[in-house]
């Protein structure tokens, strides 16, 4: 009897939890989150329950029926979004909105077309793969970007590296390194970005001013340094890269460690070290071009679909030694460094780092924070802040010899936002503002003039960028940006100086008063309105073959080195001069982009730029000073045309051999002047064959590089040489001979149980030969480095 009893309970229990409890029903729709448009057939799974699926109409609406109280976590899933996962408490029936991402490019921000990574439809871009970012990890951004076709490099030596797209740099290329533009004095010939190549997860380069969301000015290029997306879930990795250098006889480590959450929290940490002693020519030591580094960065934040935050903090620091020959005292000390095949000064080597030298810091924090508005789009808002130091010394004696002769503090505050509507599919539409705010302190303790005064620089720009997809074949993209220029300076100038510039007839308003060291103490204000605008298209019928055409007009105003340069330049070693009739550059720049890929492939890009009021340094005259003779290089403006064209060739052979070709021809002309422009590159050849195999993942590259001679360059200038008593032609725009070298990369990986070792062999300059480079600075006084050898070992773990 009571068995009976307890049966009659339970089947009563049951039929009670049934009657009451599983009649519940979940209903909803699903939709694309960015125009609320319903998704067909995307799957709701009831995790747990492999039988429980259900699938929604083509209005997006879904229900899944009989479901008895109680939490239940749901799977939504559909082709090319992101699947979504939900977690509900059900006691009666409910009704959701799900909202999916559905075009998987907006979680990396970017847009696929073929094999490359882009950021407009319509610009010349190129990425650098990581595999090639980290065999450059020993050397510098600069050395790295030279992979890309169409950019090169102004050197000042082996380690002062500017990178140079369609012939020009400094202030006309932007680098923006983790979402912050850098502000670390770039108007200098010899000033290299203080940027660490192996914090980057992506080195991307936009060639000319399309990208109108990171700047007006951007007349040569953009340079976009990034940091790796991290995936949502529970995990730690990280790697350590040490890498023996032979030529400097030193090397670099480097390591970095990932902490990733799966509710989105994420941490990463950086640091680097490299140390270089005196790196070596063919035939000689390069006395006093040691280098010693330090990087390090965090990362740290939470970033889901709808919104999140990072936070990032990166250090900076750099010791370069400036080759010893290049210290010249007088004319004639440069015009025996010209004539002769040896630099003057050869010592044995070191790692001592004796003047003269630079020191340079660099510090950049950021706090980034954005949301994502359903049928709307997305808003971003940051904050950046930099501080750059840097000293310059010269060979000085008695008390002051070990105090800098330039000493620059430059601070910059940045807060910027943009809005992003793509609510409707095939258009987007990027609204944003900008506001900076920075100040300059040129020490006077240095007991030297100051070549750079003190400045407090404003800048505001508001901008709007267009993408629309006509259909499948055709895209558009347009922008247009207003950039606000405030420069307020107070700096002194010698009396002779002024008058001898024409100033007292032009700026007699500027003056506050005349010192009774015979200066005059001036409060220069400049304002600069600059309006920049890009429209382009990009006509693609597969994934083989597309074709793009980009204008776009750039404004740029003045460096304060262009307006304010007044005196000897140690480390360049030479007097500068600036001017304060300076105006801004108006660049016209139109290019064209035809591509294919497959097994064969080619990269087609011509292009050319009209600037008016193009700025540029130039040799003119000889000053005499207590300190000696120097030459003196003069900021002047004129009307530029420079053209060029980027071919790139490859072939896969087989499926272990493949070649890769590339040519880079750029022209630039005076042609107000009817003559050469100065630094603009030589035409050069690159072609490399090579072997991989997936035994080891060996792969084995040999390349060629031939650099032809700079035969388009300014006149030369005649100078008095006190020895000679005369006036004799100094060589100082002749372009040196042209060259050839030849270089091998090697690597293969080794697998263990939870990590892969790499190893990668590098040799530059395999034939050891003796060359000089128009585009080095160091060209007067010494050869191009000799044969490198790299011994690379990556560890992942």
């Known amino acids: 009897m009571r068995a009976w009893f307890i049966m009659f309970a339970m089947l009563f229990v049951q039929f009670t939890v049934q009657s009451q ?12 989150f960015h125009d609320k448009t319903p998704l067909v057939r995307a799957s709701i799974s009831l995790i747990g329950k492999s039988d429980s699926v259900f699938y929604t109409d083509e209005n997006g609406f879904f229900k899944i029926p009989n479901l008895c109280n109680g939490i239940y976590e749901l799977e939504i899933y559909h082709a090319e979004c992101q699947t979504a996962f939900m977690k509900v408490d059900l006691d009666t029936n409910l009704d959701l909105n799900i909202p999916l991402e559905h075009h998987l490019e907006e979680l990396e921000e970017v847009k696929v077309t073929g094999n490359k990574i882009t950021k407009t439809n319509s610009a010349m871009e190129e990425t650098l793969e990581l595999k090639t970012i980290e065999q450059y990890g020993s050397a510098s951004l600069g050395d790295a970007l030279k992979e ?37 004095m770039e108007w200098g010939a010899e000033h290299a970005p203080n ?10 380069v936009i060639k000319g001013a399309s990208a109108l969301q990171y700047g007006g000015d951007a ?12 995936l949502k879930k529970d995990s730690i990795f990280g790697k350590t890269i040490v890498t023996g250098i032979l030529n400097g006889r030193g090397g670099k480590i480097n390591t970095d460690l990932i902490k990733t959450y799966k509710n989105g929290w994420f941490i990463k940490g950086q640091a680097s070290y490299k140390k270089l002693g005196d790196q070596e020519a063919p035939s000689y030591v390069l006395s006093n071009t040691g280098v010693n580094e330090i990087g390090a960065s965090l990362h740290f934040g939470k970033e889901n679909f709808t919104s999140g935050w990072r936070g990032s903090y990166s250090y900076f620091n750099t010791e370069i030694g400036i080759l010893s020959a290049s210290h010249i005292g007088s004319v004639d000390d440069l015009i025996r460094a010209i004539n002769d095949d040896e630099p003057t000064v050869i010592d044995p080597f070191t790692y001592d780092i004796a003047s003269p030298r630079q020191e340079v810091t660099h510090h950049l924090g950021k706090f980034k924070y954005y949301n994502r508005f359903e049928g709307l789009g997305k808003l971003n808002v940051q904050y950046d802040f930099q501080n750059n130091r840097r000293f310059e010394y010269d060979v000085r004696t008695g008390d002051d010899k070990f105090k800098p002769s330039i000493d620059l503090e430059l601070t910059t505050h940045t807060l910027t936002s943009d809005f992003k509507w793509d609510a409707k599919s095939g258009f987007d539409l990027t609204v944003g503002v900008m506001g900076r705010y920075q100040n300059n302190f040129a020490n006077p303790d240095t007991g030297v003039r100051r070549l750079i005064p003190d400045y407090d620089k404003y800048d505001a720009g508001i901008f709007s960028v267009m993408k629309l997809s006509l259909d499948e074949d055709w895209k558009l993209d347009a922008g247009l940006r207003y950039d606000y220029s405030k420069i307020d300076t107070k700096k002194f100038y010698r009396t002779s100086r002024w008058e001898e510039r024409g100033y007292d007839e032009d700026f007699s308003d500027i003056i506050i008063r005349e010192t009774e060291s015979s200066q005059y103490l001036t409060q220069p204000i ?43 330049h140690h480390s360049a070693a030479r007097i500068e001069l600036g001017d304060l009739r300076i105006t801004s550059e108006t660049s016209h720049k139109a290019s064209l982009s035809l591509i294919k890929n497959g097994d064969w492939g080619y990269t087609l890009e011509p292009y050319v730029n009209f600037i008016n009021d193009f700025i540029y340094l130039e040799p003119t005259d000889v000053e005499y000073t207590v300190r000696g003779a120097f030459p003196v290089w003069e900021y002047h403006q004129t009307n530029a045309r420079i053209l060029g064209l980027d071919l790139s060739l490859y072939a896969n052979w087989t499926d272990h051999w493949k070649t890769d070709h590339k040519f880079s021809l750029t022209k630039g002309k005076d042609t107000s002047e009817d003559e050469p422009l100065i630094n603009i590159p030589s035409a050069h050849i690159r072609n490399k064959i090579s072997y991989n195999t997936p035994w080891k993942n060996l792969e ?4 060629s590089k031939y650099v032809f001679k700079q035969n388009e360059t300014p006149a030369d200038i005649y100078v008095y040489s006190p ?39 590098i040799a530059t300059n395999i034939l050891d030969v003796s060359y000089r480079d128009y585009l080095n600075r160091l060209r007067y006084f010494a050869d191009d480095l ?12």
């Open 148 to 184: 890309i076709n169409g950019v090169s490099s102004l050197n000042t030596g082996a380690n002062i590296v500017k990178p140079t797209i369609h012939g020009l740099s400094g202030s006309r290329v932007l680098v923006l390194n983790n979402g912050v533009r850098m502000q670390d």
């Open 21 to 32: 409890q599983c009649k519940s029903v979940i209903t909803g729709v699903v939709t694309d």
């Open 526 to 568: 400049f304002d600069y309105h600059n309006v920049s605008a890009t429209m382009g298209v990009n006509y693609s019928t597969d994934n083989q073959h597309s074709m793009s055409f980009n204008y776009a007009l750039a404004n740029r105003a003045p460096n304060p080195s262009e307006l304010f340069s007044d005196g000897l």
């Open 219 to 230: 007349i040569g290029g953009v340079i976009l340094i990034e940091q790796n997306r991290f």
């Open 723 to 761: 020895e000679q008593g005369e006036d004799v032609l100094l060589e100082i725009n002749t372009a040196p001979a042209a060259y050839h070298v030849l270089s091998l990369n090697s690597g293969m990986d080794f697998k263990f149980d939870k990590s892969t070792l790499t190893v990668n062999l």
């Open 700 to 703: 084995v590259g040999l390349e």
């Open 786 to 797: 000799g044969r490198n050898i790299i011994l690379q070992f990556k560890l992942n773990y």
């Open 195 to 204: 940027v660490d190549v192996n914090a980057a997860g992506s080195i991307s």
